[in-house]
C-alpha cells in the first residue's frame, strides 16, 4: 500500500509559477514510477507528466512541454512538478500517482496508487 498527498496548489495569475509536492509513504517510493495527471471540470483526467523510479527518465504531454518540469528526491520520498508560464487551461485538479509496472506510462491505468489532489487556478 502507498499514501500519496499532494501540495502546493493554489491560485496563480497567467504567466505564473507554481511547484507542486506529493509526498509518498508506505511502500518503496524509490521502486515506483512516479506520475502527475490533472483533470478540468467536464473533462477526463489526463496524463501531464511522468519520472521513472531513478529518475532518470521522464516523459510530459505536449501541452506542458518547456513550461513543466517534474522531479523526485527518493530520500525525501518525494515528487515535485514545478510549473512555469501557467496558463488559464492549466487550471484543473492535479493528481500523483504510482506506478509499480515496468514502464512508464501516459495512461491512468498504469497507475496503481493515487493522491487526493491539489486545486491549481490559473486566472487570466
Known amino acids: 500500500q502507498v499514501q500519496l498527498v499532494e501540495s502546493g496548489g493554489g491560485l496563480v495569475q497567467a504567466g505564473g509559477s507554481l511547484r507542486l509536492s506529493c509526498a509518498a509513504s508506505g511502500r518503496s517510493f524509490s521502486s515506483a514510477h512516479m506520475g502527475w495527471f490533472r483533470q478540468a471540470p467536464g473533462k477526463e483526467r489526463e496524463f501531464v507528466a511522468a519520472i521513472s523510479w531513478s529518475g532518470g527518465s521522464t516523459d510530459y504531454a505536449d501541452s506542458v512541454k518547456d513550461r513543466f518540469t517534474i522531479s523526485r528526491d527518493n530520500a525525501k520520498n518525494t515528487v515535485y512538478l514545478q510549473m512555469s508560464s501557467l496558463k488559464p487551461e492549466d487550471t484543473a485538479v492535479y493528481y500523483c500517482?504510482?506506478?509499480?509496472?515496468?514502464?512508464?506510462?501516459?495512461?491512468?491505468?498504469?497507475?496503481?496508487?493515487w493522491g487526493q489532489g491539489t486545486q491549481v487556478t490559473v486566472s487570466s
Open positions: 500517482s504510482a506506478n509499480f509496472g515496468r514502464f512508464l506510462g501516459r495512461y491512468t491505468g498504469n497507475y496503481d496508487y
